[in-house]
């Protein structure tokens, strides 16, 4: 969604009458864009990528179709197999999706999105789905209610993603958009050169730093999105940073070495006064054990380490598991 925001202001100023769609539930897909959404206007035209345009015609009829006044339209799409196969989708499935005036949706939302800022929206559609009040809440905001909880739980897992709630009033659709992983090598040469690809391909934003004073910098500047990977086995670099990152909250903290460097930095840490529960945050040695050889395969094993923890999994074969797969 984030970029449709340019789209979305320049319609806005134009007073352009146009929509916003994108799923309350889905059925099926397979693996899909969680933040997939799509701007339309009666007269066909689209703008952005909601399951390969596959429904982008018939969701142009459903806005073309929405009564004045109305501020929201729920309508259902569905394709076969072969259709989706023609599409290039892995499979067929089914969706509601939820076609709302433009106008109807918060102007700070796109302001925010532009911005790069981790926030959430919140939209309430009545018993008829022909109502809906959005408002948004940033990642910063105190929740008080089951939704804003919600999103704030969706907020941090540092991926965007959506969720539906049912209550006595109606549908709430909270959709979140954290700030993307931003992703703090200490150290420099070809693993963190991968690194920094491999984080490029998942729309993660990486820096390289050179020593510790850059290093406590650049977290602080990116505190609610940082992750720490440590490729340096300097002493006066690596324990410092370390113990930076933990005191800053940082959601992942990870440090590349043998067993042996592991526990000079775990001495060292515990010589800083960091207890066992901060250690514990530590991810050293780095990495899922994937078998990693290569930089290659390494900075796989590292990022999909990264993965795992911002959304709260641990990296264990999907057949080994239970639920949803693409929850």
């Known amino acids: 969604m984030r970029e449709l925001a340019e789209t979305a202001r320049q319609w806005l100023s134009e007073g352009r009458t146009a929509f916003l769609a994108r799923p309350v539930t889905e059925q099926g897909f397979g693996p899909r864009e969680p933040a ?7 007269r066909g035209e689209c703008v952005g990528s909601l399951y390969r345009g596959v429904f982008d015609a018939e969701l142009a009829a459903e806005a073309a179709a929405v ?29 509601e999706v939820l076609v709302q ?35 948004v809440v940033r990642a910063v905001d105190a929740p008080a209610t089951d939704a804003e909880r919600r999103a704030a739980e969706l907020l941090g897992t540092r991926r965007a993603g959506r969720d539906a709630l049912y209550g ?11 700030s993307a992983p931003y992703v703090v090598i200490c150290g420099g040469g ?42 340096t086995h300097d002493p006066e670099f690596d324990v410092p ?48 054990d994937l078998g990693a050889r290569t930089p290659a395969e390494t900075a796989m094993a590292i990022c999909a380490e990264i993965l795992g923890v911002l959304g709260g999994r641990n990296g264990r074969a999907m057949r080994d598991t239970e639920g949803p797969i693409n929850a």
């Open 101 to 135: 005036p433009l106008a109807s949706v918060p102007a700070e939302w796109w302001e925010l999105l532009g911005e790069g800022a981790g926030v959430a929206l919140v939209t309430r559609l009545n018993e008829g789905a022909d109502r809906a009040e959005s408002a």
């Open 67 to 95: 009564p004045e006044g109305a501020t929201a339209r729920v309508c259902e799409v569905s394709v076969g197999a072969a259709e989706a196969a023609e599409a290039r989708l892995t499979c067929g499935g089914h969706a």
């Open 168 to 178: 006595e009033s109606g549908l709430v659709l909270i959709e979140a958009f954290p």
């Open 190 to 231: 070809e693993l963190a050169e991968i690194i920094a690809r491999q984080a490029g391909l998942l729309d993660w934003e990486a820096v390289e730093v050179a020593d510790a004073a850059e290093g406590r910098r650049v977290l602080a500047a990116h505190r609610d999105a940082a992750c720490l990977v440590v490729l």
């Open 36 to 42: 997939g959404a799509l701007l339309v206007d009666p």
């Open 241 to 288: 940073v370390l113990r930076f990152a933990l005191d800053q909250g940082i959601p992942y903290i990870g440090a590349l070495g043998s067993r042996k460097t592991t526990a000079r930095r775990r001495e060292g840490l515990l010589a800083e006064g960091v207890t066992e529960a901060g250690l514990a945050r530590v991810h050293g040695p780095i990495g899922l």
